[in-house]
């Protein structure tokens, strides 16, 4: 049976920057409840919503910054293992229909139904579904307008379960993250070289909605 503790070539927590994250995130927590709450909004907030290459490990995704909702779940494992938080990664299929508040007409290109990742972690003697996918900015940007019949946060106990409008289907748990970060989630994806000049567009309007572009490019010195 998987520990769901251990790490792994995506999951890679051994990294100085998530082994720094994660003291920092541990130090402000009380219990370990707390300690969930604080690693998932710090993952929900601080990793904006923005498209990139599936095969991404953890430590990549905290240096760049941005990541939907593979990247996210990937880095929000990683960070709650390091502090001894069991977590594993998990799908949910969705109509690709989920996806057009945030990219508009392009959302033709997500395959239907769509594998949503997120994150299940051992909390209070459950496991307990987490969805980092949106940072506050988007969701109300891009999402809240829609009176969208869901929210984003998160009260310590209960699922944090997004897209509700458009699941077709029930959760499954994936106990290798690395195997099913290589397959994609079961999900399409362009070639590198197509994939990466695609993010690159989508990322500029969404970003351009929300106001991050503004803040990626003083992180970056450039427009992303």
């Given amino acids: 049976m998987p520990s769901y503790l251990e790490e792994t070539y995506f999951c ?67 960070l709650l ?11 949910i299929p969705v109509h690709r229909k989920f996806i057009k508040p945030l990219i508009g007409r392009f959302y033709h290109l997500a395959n239907s139904p769509y594998n949503h990742c997120v994150v299940q972690a051992h909390i209070n003697d459950r496991w307990t579904v987490l969805d980092p996918v949106l940072d506050r900015t988007t969701y109300e940007a891009l999402f809240l307008p829609r009176q969208v019949p869901w929210d984003i946060d998160w009260n310590g106990k209960d699922d944090c379960r997004l897209y509700t409008e458009h699941v077709v289907g029930e959760l499954t748990v994936h106990p290798d993250i690395d195997g099913t970060i290589r397959e994609k989630a079961g999900n ?37």
């Fill in 81 to 91: 293992r390091c502090n001894g938080v069991k977590a594993r990664f998990a799908t």
């Fill in 188 to 224: 399409a994806e362009l070639p590198g070289f197509m994939a990466s000049p695609v993010n690159h567009l989508l990322n500029k309007g969404i970003w351009k909605k929300t106001g991050a572009l503004d803040k990626k490019s003083l992180e970056t010195g450039a427009c992303p």
């Fill in 12 to 78: 890679n927590y051994s990294h100085p920057s998530i082994q720094t994250l994660a003291r920092y995130l541990s130090e402000k927590a009380g219990d370990r409840t707390a300690l969930a709450k604080t690693t998932f909004y710090h993952v929900r907030d601080r990793i904006i919503t923005g498209y990139d290459l599936y095969q991404t490990r953890a430590s990549e995704i905290l240096e760049k910054g941005h990541a939907i909702c593979w990247g996210k779940s990937v880095l929000l494992i990683a």
